[in-house]
């Protein structure tokens, strides 16, 4: 377990403002982020205050309960989409006042993505899928650096074979090896695991941990599954549109002992007694914890995972 995961829970602006300031060099920093969707009585704020800075070289996992804000947080981050207040930067260019051809132009350059579905083009083989980036920005292939793409990927003998031709784990590896062609600021994985077997998944991870270590390529990646996010340097972890936690690199289970704790299912060995996992019981706020840490009038002491909203 790091060092973070002893960390008493914190207030989540006060969390994050202290890790955004201990981040020196941040490829996406977003500032007071918040996402309305509709009006009147049917708007659904999505994102409410969120303040983030991803460091460069780092593979970030974005996790959280369904509807806590993961997609809306990515696609604002990755300029696919506008905030209804605050600010993005992504490799240092303030992305949210940017006309929608600049944005376009920016997200060529700057951005990769890689999606659960791998969205190759059919009627294109693997290399012309691959290049399909530079193609489309009329930018030479740097030859030396494909060929290495390719060896990493493992595609040498499949680069004339169209879509149809290839397993998912291959098409997957299309898609990976596409994402990372124009060796973009920052990729932006979308539950890249999302539809393949554990075998596929595994390597599809492998390839991603393996850009950011050999090559320091900074990766984005929500993702709902716990072993994904722990290949991770950092952990964020939202709820109700809201960042509650910030970690460093953590392991399968404390991960899903956090998922659990914000869907509000406390796990049977959070009773504050430092026998068990310290971190769960943290989150779930049981009775016995520390008399400073206070439940609100919405309860939280009874196990249905509202101690998240516990005050100092
Ligand atoms: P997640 O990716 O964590 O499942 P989302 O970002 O998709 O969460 O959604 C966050 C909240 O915003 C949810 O309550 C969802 O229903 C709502 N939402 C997302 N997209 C829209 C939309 N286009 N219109 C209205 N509400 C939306």
Redesign the pocket.
Same mark, same amino acid.
Not at 51 to 74: C, F, H, N, W, Y
Not at 102 to 125: A, E, H, V, Y
């Given at each position: 377990m790091s060092d973070t995961m002893d960390r008493p829970q914190q207030p989540a602006a006060a969390q994050t403002t202290a890790e955004a300031s201990a981040t020196t060099d941040a490829v996406v920093a977003t500032r007071s982020l918040t996402?309305v969707? %509709?009006t009147g009585d049917a708007a659904?704020?999505? &994102?409410r205050g969120v303040d983030v800075e991803i460091g460069r070289g780092q593979l970030t996992a974005i996790m %959280?309960?369904?509807?806590?804000?993961?997609?809306? &947080?990515?696609?604002i981050m990755a300029g696919l989409d506008r905030p209804s207040e605050g600010t993005v930067s992504v490799d240092g260019v303030e992305i949210t006042g940017l006309k929608e051809r600049d944005l376009t132009q920016l997200r060529r350059d700057k951005i990769g993505f890689i999606f659960q579905s791998f969205n190759l083009l059919p009627m294109l083989n693997a290399q012309e899928n691959i290049v399909l980036p530079l193609t489309i920005s009329r930018t030479p292939v740097d030859k030396g650096w494909f060929e290495r793409l390719i060896g990493i990927v493992r595609l040498e003998d499949r680069l004339t074979h169209k879509p149809s031709e290839l397993s998912g784990g291959q098409q997957q590896r299309v898609a990976v090896a596409r994402s990372l062609v124009a060796q973009p600021a920052v990729l932006f994985a979308d539950e890249p695991t999302g539809n393949l077997d554990s075998r596929r998944g595994e390597e599809v991870l492998q390839l991603l941990r393996q850009s950011v270590d050999e090559f320091g390529q900074t990766i984005i990646m929500?993702t709902h599954d716990a072993h994904a996010a722990s290949i991770s340097d950092r952990v964020l972890f &939202?709820k109700d %549109?809201v960042i509650v936690h910030d970690h460093g690199s953590m392991s399968s289970d404390d991960i899903y002992d956090v998922i659990r704790s914000l869907e509000g299912i406390c796990p049977a060995d959070a009773d504050g007694d430092g026998q068990g996992r310290t971190l769960a019981a943290e989150l779930c706020a049981p009775a016995n914890a520390a008399p400073e840490v206070v439940a609100t009038a919405t309860g939280g002491r009874d196990g249905d995972g509202a101690g998240l909203r516990a005050e100092r």
């Amino acid at each position: 377990m790091s060092d973070t995961m002893d960390r008493p829970q914190q207030p989540a602006a006060a969390q994050t403002t202290a890790e955004a300031s201990a981040t020196t060099d941040a490829v996406v920093a977003t500032r007071s982020l918040t996402k309305v969707y %509709g009006t009147g009585d049917a708007a659904v704020k999505a &994102l409410r205050g969120v303040d983030v800075e991803i460091g460069r070289g780092q593979l970030t996992a974005i996790m %959280g309960p369904s509807g806590s804000g993961k997609s809306t &947080l990515m696609h604002i981050m990755a300029g696919l989409d506008r905030p209804s207040e605050g600010t993005v930067s992504v490799d240092g260019v303030e992305i949210t006042g940017l006309k929608e051809r600049d944005l376009t132009q920016l997200r060529r350059d700057k951005i990769g993505f890689i999606f659960q579905s791998f969205n190759l083009l059919p009627m294109l083989n693997a290399q012309e899928n691959i290049v399909l980036p530079l193609t489309i920005s009329r930018t030479p292939v740097d030859k030396g650096w494909f060929e290495r793409l390719i060896g990493i990927v493992r595609l040498e003998d499949r680069l004339t074979h169209k879509p149809s031709e290839l397993s998912g784990g291959q098409q997957q590896r299309v898609a990976v090896a596409r994402s990372l062609v124009a060796q973009p600021a920052v990729l932006f994985a979308d539950e890249p695991t999302g539809n393949l077997d554990s075998r596929r998944g595994e390597e599809v991870l492998q390839l991603l941990r393996q850009s950011v270590d050999e090559f320091g390529q900074t990766i984005i990646m929500v993702t709902h599954d716990a072993h994904a996010a722990s290949i991770s340097d950092r952990v964020l972890f &939202l709820k109700d %549109g809201v960042i509650v936690h910030d970690h460093g690199s953590m392991s399968s289970d404390d991960i899903y002992d956090v998922i659990r704790s914000l869907e509000g299912i406390c796990p049977a060995d959070a009773d504050g007694d430092g026998q068990g996992r310290t971190l769960a019981a943290e989150l779930c706020a049981p009775a016995n914890a520390a008399p400073e840490v206070v439940a609100t009038a919405t309860g939280g002491r009874d196990g249905d995972g509202a101690g998240l909203r516990a005050e100092r």
